[in-house]
């Protein structure tokens, strides 16, 4: 399946990554080709107004509504385009639900394909090629190394993000969350709980 950025070797740089990119961003600007203003404005838009807060959203609003939450799983496109969470990197989402007997992860074994709409600009590690090859081969040591253990009567299921089919992973709803509003559960959802490589937790 067709992936973006597919000759993308670039997810583990040589030293110093962060100076590459500032030094590249200073060339382009000098020559005219980018506007740092714009590049900020929507570096901003997507690490800190979208960020995972829309993906999150979704997730609290899918445990407080099973409607919806049928919806969302059988068709999400529609559903996510009616909540305007839509857009560039953003299309054919698919939302697989976390249960007792599966967990669900989510890889882009080729490069980096991402639901940016819905949890904002990929993590660094979501990009190393460690990440996306020890995912495929050994899902249970990565998440252990994210801190999830997960029961032995669970399985794994890995899914190949594309530039056809992006994933969003519906976690679990926390026990002891019965009277939360929305809005307090989605201060639950972790970005790294909707890539499955964390699990919502309430707090003491």
Excluded at 44 to 52: A, E, F, T, V
Excluded at 58 to 76: G, H, M, N, T
Excluded at 183 to 200: F, H, K, N, Q, Y
Aim: hydrophobic residues 40%.
């Amino acid at each position: 399946m067709p992936h973006d950025h597919a000759d993308a070797p670039h997810a583990l740089l040589p030293s110093d990554p962060a100076l590459r990119v500032k030094t590249l961003e200073t060339v382009l600007a000098r020559k005219g080709l980018i506007d740092p203003a714009a590049l900020d404005e929507i570096i901003d838009i997507y690490q800190n107004r979208i960020g995972p807060s829309n993906g999150a959203r979704v997730v609290a609003r899918a445990w407080s509504d099973p409607v919806f939450k049928e919806q969302l799983l059988a068709d999400a496109d529609p559903v996510l385009a009616g909540l305007d969470y839509y857009g560039r990197q953003g299309e054919h989402m698919v939302v697989v639900e976390n249960t007792p007997l599966q967990h669900n992860m989510v890889v882009c074994t080729l490069c980096s394909c991402y639901p940016w709409p819905l949890l904002g600009i990929p993590p660094g590690w979501y990009k190393s090629d460690a990440y996306r090859a020890r995912a495929v081969r050994e899902p249970r040591k990565v998440l252990s190394d994210f801190g999830v253990t997960l029961p032995e009567g669970t399985s794994v299921r890995v899914w190949d993000s594309t530039a056809e089919v992006r994933y969003l992973v519906l976690p679990m709803r926390p026990e002891g969350t019965e009277g939360l509003s929305e809005d307090a559960l989605t201060e639950l959802v972790s970005r790294d709980s909707m890539i499955g490589m964390d699990i919502p937790k309430v707090f003491a």
